[in-house]
């Protein structure tokens, strides 16, 4: 999986004292507002995707799709709330942004077996050594947010690498969320850092799975546009020496 | 005699993109959404059911065939599922007994929750295989909705603006 | 094979389908609320001297208990209000039937085997006219005419058992008997039929059941008397809400021949003992 947040040669000061006063209302409300009843949707299809993976092997496609968009909008949400980037964060599954991404590849199959020894036992191998770290690490990442707040609002400039390691932050959640959402087979590592064999699926990505045979739809209706947001990697990928 | 072939071509299950089937099968899986989100409460499956077909309309007509079958046989399920808790939350709020007439009604529901939720695991079993599987009645109602003589449009309504008469 | 016809045939199967459920459930329903009900065969075993010879037992055993109470004034008064019943009840029955007063914590009426109805003091204290305390008498009269009794102690103990203990067999079981007797619910039927005779005796003899609905409602937890108490008469007696609204029923169709009786009902009560409360 990726996750870009772009990092801004200098961010406005108007911008952040608005968020700051009025974001509560303007940005949180409407955005929390729709995530959640959307996000309801979404652990529906979850609840039913985990069923669907232990008798099918393989969690369906579109449904995979919805969930990263929905993960997707929430960080968007969530980068703006955070002070990381400018701008207003774009509504529903299908909003994009330029300074915010994620693109996750979709695993042709999931192992039943992890499936069955998550849910067991992930809350002892996966929630409790991840989340003491990020316990850990979004205390750090609320005092540099604090601080880098009155940077920008002194100097316009949020310090990189305060800004790499918030944005590691929000990436390790996301990573140990899809490894127990089962999006991914892969155990999240114990880093907030880019790491090389993230880079690498994004090709895949934009290719389409070679399991369609035939994909003829019925009648020629045009599909929906259900292609992960992988094109707007330019300029957009943070720099790699992080925290 | 009257026609006998479908209007529009009815996808075989190798032309069907595994995506669809997946989409298809999903369909039928909606009568467990309640329990997904945790509350026992009968109409949320139709929700889920109307929800899902709503958002799924447009991929094709495999898919929204499935959809609306799963959707028109999750009505009387739903009404019937309401009906009882309404029942049973009347007698316990009213101090009332409840009666034979409630037990058999009762009984009755049971059953056909269970015809339902066979059925539909069987119909989810071949939608992802691609298959076409058809419910008593309801099944027909489908079919005709998208292959049949009068089958729906998919698309938006296409070219709305037109040029005056004569140009 | 047309549309048309194709259709039919399901909805044919269709609703023969429906039927068949219907009738599935019908079917389960009534086996499993035939197992509750008691075996009427076995209670023809059971002949009258014995039933009476267990009333003589259990009033030997009350009378022992010393909890018995031996006002003269409140024993005659309750038992005109007892004949007053009888003499209108309708169904033929071999039953003498006897009212005992005694004193205890619980809030409750039985009735026993032999035409034996015990009422307990703070029932009695609870309610406000003695038309009340008449339709809860009736409603007893009502288990006595039917051999409700009887038919519990069937139930709970088994026939052999009840046969026993009826012969004289097992005195000691008598205490546990009587105790039991008292938790064991009738089935729901068995209270439906005694509320029926009981709103049917009470109109019959001129008492409007709306005193029936009165008293049903002051074994509320939520209006007075004392929570334990009156728990155990709930868990003995449930759907009251129910049986409230039959006795309304009974008595919006209920022509007032006489007027309520002339009783001081407050001054009787004062004659009730009060050595548990």
């Known amino acids: 999986m990726t996750l870009s947040i772009q990092h801004q040669e200098s961010y406005s000061r108007g911008e952040l004292l608005l968020r700051t006063i009025f974001g509560a209302i303007y940005i949180f409300v409407p955005h929390v507002f729709l995530l959640a009843f959307i996000g309801i949707w979404a652990g529906i299809l979850g609840f039913l995707a985990f069923w669907v993976v232990l008798f099918t092997g393989s969690y369906p496609q579109s449904w995979f799709e919805f969930q990263v968009k929905l993960m997707n909008w929430s960080m968007r949400f969530t980068a703006t709330i955070m002070h990381l980037v400018d701008g207003y964060p774009a509504f529903g599954v299908n909003g994009t942004s330029d300074k915010v991404s994620l693109t996750v590849s979709y695993p042709e199959t999931i192992s039943r077996g992890l499936v069955i020894v998550r849910t067991l036992f992930g809350a002892i191998y996966v929630v409790l050594p991840h989340g003491v770290c990020l316990m850990f690490r979004m205390m750090a990442t609320g005092v540099l947010a604090i601080l880098a707040w009155f940077s920008v609002l002194f100097t316009g400039n949020y310090p990189d690498r305060w800004h790499a390691f918030n944005v590691g932050t929000l990436r390790w959640g996301l990573r140990v969320q899809l490894y127990m959402t089962f999006l991914t087979d892969e155990y999240p590592k114990f880093t907030g850092k880019e790491l090389e064999e993230d880079a690498a699926p994004i090709a895949e990505a934009e290719a389409p799975a070679a399991d369609d045979t035939a994909p003829a739809r019925d009648d020629a209706s045009p599909a929906t546009d259900d292609a992960t947001p992988a094109s707007d990697d330019a300029g957009s990928k943070e720099k790699p020496d992080g925290e | 005699m009257e026609g006998h072939s479908t209007h529009i071509a009815l996808p075989q299950p190798h032309e069907i993109p595994k995506r669809d089937r997946e989409d298809a099968m999903g369909a039928y899986l909606m009568m467990f959404a309640a329990w997904g989100a945790g509350l026992p409460l009968p109409l949320l499956n139709l929700l889920a059911a109307i929800i899902y077909f709503f958002t799924n309309k447009k991929t094709s007509r495999f898919v929204s065939f499935h959809a609306y079958q799963s959707l028109l046989t999750q009505i009387p399920i739903s009404i019937l599922n309401a009906s009882a808790v309404a029942w049973t939350l009347r007698n316990l709020y009213k101090d009332y007994a409840f009666s034979d007439y409630f037990w058999t009604y009762f009984i009755f529901i049971g059953l056909w929750n269970l015809i339902y939720m066979i059925f539909s695991i069987i119909a989810c079993v071949q939608a992802r295989k691609g298959r076409f599987y058809y419910f008593w009645v309801f099944g027909r109602i489908s079919f005709a909705r998208y292959f049949g003589p009068d089958a729906v449009s998919l698309e938006e309504k296409e070219k709305p603006n037109l040029p005056p008469e004569g140009f | ?277």
């Open chain 3, 1 to 277: 094979m047309n549309r048309t016809a194709g259709l039919s045939r399901e909805l044919l199967f269709l609703g023969v389908l429906l039927l068949f459920t219907t009738f599935i459930g019908y079917a389960i329903q009534l086996y499993l609320s035939s197992e509750l009900d008691e075996n009427t065969q076995d209670i023809d075993r059971i002949s009258l001297a014995w039933e009476m010879r267990f009333k003589t037992a259990i009033k030997q055993f009350i009378a022992a208990d010393a909890s018995l109470v031996e006002n003269d004034e409140l024993n005659g008064l309750i038992a005109d209000l007892a004949r007053r019943l009888r003499d209108h009840i309708k169904a033929d029955h071999p039953y003498e039937i006897e009212i005992l007063v005694v004193d205890s914590r619980m809030v409750n009426a039985m009735a026993l085997p032999g035409g034996l109805i015990i009422l307990y003091v703070p029932l009695i204290r609870l309610t406000e006219t003695p038309e009340e305390l008449a339709a809860v008498m009736a409603h007893e009269l009502g288990h006595v005419i039917h051999r409700d009794p009887l038919r519990k102690m069937i139930r709970q103990m088994g026939i052999a058992a009840t046969l026993a203990l009826l012969r004289g067999d097992s005195s000691t079981l008598l205490e546990n008997t009587i105790r039991n007797l008292l938790d064991l619910k009738y089935t729901r039927d068995q209270e439906s039929a005694a509320d029926d005779f009981a709103l049917e005796t009470l109109v019959a003899a001129g008492i409007d059941p709306i005193h029936f609905a009165a008293i049903m409602e002051k074994l509320d937890p939520g209006k007075g008397g004392g929570k334990s108490k009156l728990v155990k008469y709930l868990s003995t007696h449930p759907h009251r809400g129910e049986r409230v609204e039959k006795a309304r029923r009974a008595s919006a169709q209920f022509a007032s021949a006489g007027d309520d009786s002339t009783i001081d009902w407050p001054r009787v009560k004062k004659l009730l003992p009060s050595v548990f409360d």
